[in-house]
T-cell receptor
């Protein structure tokens, strides 16, 4: 099946610093990638849709200047959490849509962010 | 009304029994439906997709779709303790994105 990787898997940072999370589709090209956030015992919340070569589309309530998304190639999207605060601590998960299966999303393993 | 609704559970079944997970959705134009399994602390894993009315079987899993009733279900036969997880129902929305239900937590007791 389609494989999506994320890096890092776990990161701890100090309040006020920025953290970059990478999402890669390893064996397929992904014109669209998605970024989700999940708090403990809660469901996935879509943050933004990332399309290769264009600006990301953010969900209502998600600050685009705080969560910077770059989808520079068909296999890589990055999420940068700027000026992180403890309330940004969460499990961030990306997913990618493979061509030929337009509605099947494959998820990366997730990145657990802890802001101290 | 939530776009995708699931019973949060927990649903508890004995090992070897059939687990039945249900999901309803509000958007009548939805065409694609998915079941994901998520273990605690892990990301979701796609286990079934279904696009047309009726049943779709894959091993111990059967997905059922009824678009008229806006209802999709997942049956797990011969449930195993390793099936214990949260099961997420997902429905395609606009712009090729997906809307997830809150998930049903399943526990299979040995």
């Amino acid at each position: 099946g389609a494989v999506v990787s994320q890096h890092p898997s776990r990161v701890i940072c100090k309040s006020g610093t920025s953290v970059k999370i990478e999402c890669r589709s390893l064996d397929f090209q992904a014109t669209t990638m998605f970024w989700y956030r999940q708090f403990p015992k809660k469901s996935l919340m879509l943050m933004a849709t990332s399309n290769e070569g264009s600006k990301a589309t953010y969900e209502q309530g998600v600050e685009k200047d705080k969560f910077l998304i770059n989808h520079a190639s068909l296999t890589l999207s990055t999420l940068t959490v700027t000026s992180a605060h403890p309330e940004d601590s969460s499990f961030y998960i990306c997913s990618a849509v493979a061509s030929g299966a337009p509605y099947e999303q494959y998820f990366g393993p997730g990145t657990r962010l802890t802001v101290t | 009304q939530k776009e995708v609704e699931q019973n949060s559970g927990p649903l508890s079944v004995p090992e070897g029994a059939i687990a039945s997970l249900n999901c309803t959705y509000s958007d009548r134009v939805s065409q694609s439906f998915f079941w994901y399994r998520q273990y605690s602390g892990k990301s979701p894993e796609l286990i079934m997709s279904i696009y047309s009315n009726g049943d779709k079987e894959d091993g111990r899993f059967t997905a059922q779709l009824n678009k008229a009733s806006q209802y999709v279900s997942l049956l797990i036969r011969d449930s195993q303790p390793s099936d214990s997880a949260t099961y997420l129902c997902a429905v395609n929305g606009n712009n090729n994105d997906m809307r997830f239900g809150a998930g049903t937590r399943l526990t299979v007791k040995p």
